[in-house]
């Protein structure tokens, strides 16, 4: 069934009968040529793309919960490409790309909004940072453009712009980064993988792998055994416990991250903003919303809810740039289990192990690299190459001294 205008029409003018379910409700068969474990929305892109693209349809996805439960409707919603490291860039610009179709190839209104993403800076080296970082950007054919203190005091006067501390001198826009409703999009990619033939299971968690000389040849779960010739792991947070259970220590820990909604208020931001000098993002919601969100909690957990000084430091760095945003509630919080890589980047690969694949390690990039991630594990999965934007996301890179490290930190995934 296409969703259209006139299909809405119609069906207001005859009862709204016509609607059908979005995506089946199938038992687990006993083969698949190729499971994914975790229907999270990197878990049912790969599926998308794979039926889609790759033509693979004999594909099923054991959710453990319900789909949407994890961090694709969890996150902040923002979408962007302005990464620097080549490893990185033209990943999330070919991903960029990808949602600016989006709606359009898997038919669903996901509420892509492409109203901007700006980056604060506070000194003048920030800035030369950042004019750098924009260089790169053009260089891999994305979009960068600078602003001055100027442009920014006429376009955004609620700035706190002669802060002591974090004065602001400027930003770097990319115009074509903004916001997609998250959840719309695991819908999406759900409803578009079932349509193509693609088995969505949920409440079937993955409790084991069968293993055989070196071989994995399915997977135990709570609704039975399930054979296939190819095994995709798309957990997210929850990537070293189910890796640890094929025996694989990864260099990724994982950690919470929280994520904040105001009341709704008047249209106030016409983008997203970041603060350049602590960890501080927010964007309005169509339904008036501040979303906002800052740093991880800063120690290991798998539980989805965070602590009181982390809500304070975001507080604090709200307040730091637009002081406006004390006037407002908060109306609530969550939090979601992030997987933080050693160097910031994710990983999408083959294991040592025969036939089990591994996808993970997003840290904070996971929703905007939703549509780039499918495509490209979808492709590893069909080929058994990597895709040329994702050649870099090896697990062997650390061995090899190849980090993609992109904010500088060194190997300390709490501070990427
Ligand atoms: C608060 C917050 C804000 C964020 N903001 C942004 C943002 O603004 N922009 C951005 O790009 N990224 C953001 N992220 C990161 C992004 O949301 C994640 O990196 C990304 O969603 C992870 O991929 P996923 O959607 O596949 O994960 P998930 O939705 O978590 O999917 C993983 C799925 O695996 C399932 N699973 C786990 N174990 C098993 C098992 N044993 N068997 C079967 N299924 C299993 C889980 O139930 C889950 O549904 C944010 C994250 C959080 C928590």
Redesign the pocket.
């Known amino acids: 069934m296409r969703y259209s205008g006139f299909k809405v029409f119609l069906e207001g003018l005859t009862g709204n009968r016509g609607w059908k379910t979005a995506w089946r409700d199938p038992k687990p068969r006993s083969d698949y040529d190729i499971i994914i ?8 892109s790969t599926a998308y793309y794979l039926s889609k693209v790759y033509g693979v349809r004999n594909v099923g996805v ?4 319900w ?14 490409s302005n990464y620097m490291l080549p490893g990185n860039e033209p990943f999330y610009e070919f991903s960029l790309k990808l949602w600016e179709g989006l709606e359009q190839d898997f038919n669903y209104n996901a509420m892509i909004s492409q109203r901007s993403i700006l980056n604060l800076f506070h000194s003048d080296q920030q800035r030369d940072a950042f004019v750098r970082r924009a260089n790169s950007m053009i260089l891999a054919g994305a979009d960068a453009e600078l602003a001055d203190e100027a442009q920014l005091r006429r376009e955004l006067p609620f700035l706190d712009f002669d802060n002591s501390r974090f004065p602001i001198k400027g930003g770097l826009y990319q115009r074509r980064g903004g916001t997609v409703r ?1 959840d719309a999009v ?1 819908w999406g990619y759900a409803r578009g993988a079932d349509s193509h033939g693609v088995d969505i299971i949920q409440n ?4 084991g792998f069968h293993i055989e000389n070196g071989a994995c040849k399915g997977v135990h ?1 709570t609704r039975g055994d399930v054979n296939a010739k190819k095994i995709a792991v ?5 990537s070293s ?2 890796m640890a ?1 094929a025996g694989m220590r990864l260099p990724i820990e994982s950690h ?4 904040f909604v105001s009341e709704g208020l008047k249209p106030v931001l016409p983008g997203v903003i970041t603060f350049g000098a602590g960890h501080f ?1 927010v964007s309005q919601s169509d339904k008036g919303g501040l979303v906002f ?1 800052g740093d991880i909690d800063g120690y290991n957990s798998y539980a989805q809810r965070g602590n009181l000084p982390v809500v304070e430091d975001v507080a604090e760095s709200g307040m730091a740039i637009m002081p406006m945003i004390g006037r407002a509630r908060l109306l609530r919080s ?6 933080m890589s050693m160097d910031g980047s994710p990983f999408i690969d083959k294991t040592h192990i025969g036939g089990l694949y591994f996808n993970g390690g ?9 549509p780039a ?1 499918g495509y490209c594990y979808a492709h590893l999965l069909a080929t058994d190459e990597p895709h040329p934007v994702a050649k870099e996301m090896l697990l062997n890179r650390f061995e090899r001294g190849h980090l993609i490290d992109e904010k500088g930190q060194g190997n300390q995934p709490n501070l990427h």
């Open positions: 474990i975790g229907g999270g929305g990197h878990g049912l054991l959710e453990k919960a789909l949407g439960s994890g961090n694709i409707g969890r996150n902040t919603t923002i979408i962007r998250h695991a079937c968690e993955v409790t779960t798309c957990v997210a947070g929850s416990r189910v259970m919470v991250l929280q994520a993002y969100g969550w939090g979601g289990i992030m997987d997003w840290c904070y990039g996971g929703f905007k690299a939703t991630s």
